[in-house]
Structures are given as C-alpha cells and as structure tokens.
C-alpha cells in the first residue's frame, strides 16, 4: 500500500468525524460513494438518510461528537478496511440530570477507490465500553437498574440514554467480544476478497 493511500483513506475518516460534528452535510456527503451505508446504535441505512437523520437532530440540538485515535488499514487492490480507535461523546438530560455518555470503541469502514477516490461503501462501528456522568458532579443520578442491565455491555449507557430520548436502539450490534463482531470480521476478509456486502 502507498503512503499516499494511507494519507487518503485516513483523511477519508477524519473527514467524516469532522464534517458530521460541524453540521457541514454538502461536505460530509463527498466522503461516501453513492450506495454508502451507516450502521449505528440509532440509525442503521443509507449515508443520505443518516445525515438528513443527523441534521435533524442537530437542529433539535442534539449533539453527538466524535474523536479519533490510531487509524489501522488493510488493502486489497481498489479495496481497503480501515479500524479507527474513537470515542462517542453525547450530552442529554438522563432521568431529568444532565449527563455526559462517553463510549470508547472502534469505526470499521469498507472503502473503495472508484476514478481515483477513496469513499465509504459501509460504516460498522464497534462498541467497546462506555459510562455515564453528570456534568454537575455534584448532581445525583439514579438509573434503572433494570433496564440497564437489559442493554448491551458494550454501549448500555449510551442506549440509556438513546432509548430516553425515543431513539430505537438495536441491540445486536458489535462489541470488543462475541458474534458480531466476529461476523465483521469475516465481512471484511470477504470485502478484501472481492465479495458483496450483505444488505
């Protein structure tokens, strides 16, 4: 793989965090190719969608950031899968206190060069661990202890606080064990192979 390839495919996913997070949709629309699907705990279709979905909740003040670590990529030809280490930051109000929800995990993107460009086919997110805090660190913060322990390990807090405020979350999604994450593993050899995505 060239370092300019590299340089590209990284740009690619620093792009997307920064462009989805500033509100900047007619740029972060350049980052995908046409058929591009997000998968997320609260969306999961296409990249035209997930940011119409985006910039509805941000015009309902919504804030979802992202911030980025190490960027690792495998490439087959005009094909590659980068793994982003990240964090999801989102503020809310959870059971009337305001909160912060920070969840640490992984972006595992399927690329593709097309006349050139690098561009997103698929965005699968890996959800590693999360917590919950409230911005006033005097504030105290009962949660259902119940309904807690009913989410995944991985992201509970987040899909606390999702579910709170009407969102569907879907509960399969991958963590740093299990599965699903297996699968997308196995998703990415076959992508690298030549393969299809599964819809």
């Not at 046409?34 to 997930?50: D, I, L, S, Y």
């Not at 980068?82 to 930051?89: C, F, L, R, Y």
């Amino acid at each position: 793989m060239s370092a300019a390839d590299r340089q590209a495919i990284r740009e690619l996913v620093e792009n997307w965090a920064l462009w989805r997070d500033a509100g900047d949709w007619e740029r972060f629309a350049t980052v995908w190719h046409p058929e591009g699907v997000m998968r997320a705990t609260w969306f999961q279709g296409g990249h035209a969608e997930f940011a119409e979905a985006s910039r509805q909740g941000w015009d309902r003040g919504v804030r979802i950031l992202h911030f980025l670590g190490g960027t690792s990529v495998e490439l087959a030809g005009e094909r590659a899968v980068a793994q982003t280490k990240m964090t999801i930051s989102q503020r809310a109000e959870v059971d009337g206190v305001l909160c912060d929800v920070v969840c640490t995990g992984r972006f595992f993107d399927f690329v593709e060069r097309r006349e050139g460009r690098w561009g997103l086919v698929l965005r699968q997110p890996i959800y590693e661990r999360d917590r919950i805090d409230p911005v006033d660190p005097g504030a105290l913060l009962h949660l259902d202890r119940e309904r807690l322990a009913g989410l995944p390990e991985g992201y509970r807090h987040l899909a606390y606080l999702q579910t709170g405020l009407g969102y569907p979350v879907k509960r399969d999604m991958p963590q740093l064990t299990g599965p699903e994450v297996e699968a997308l593993y196995g998703e990415g050899r076959a992508w690298l192979a030549g393969g299809d995505l599964d819809a």
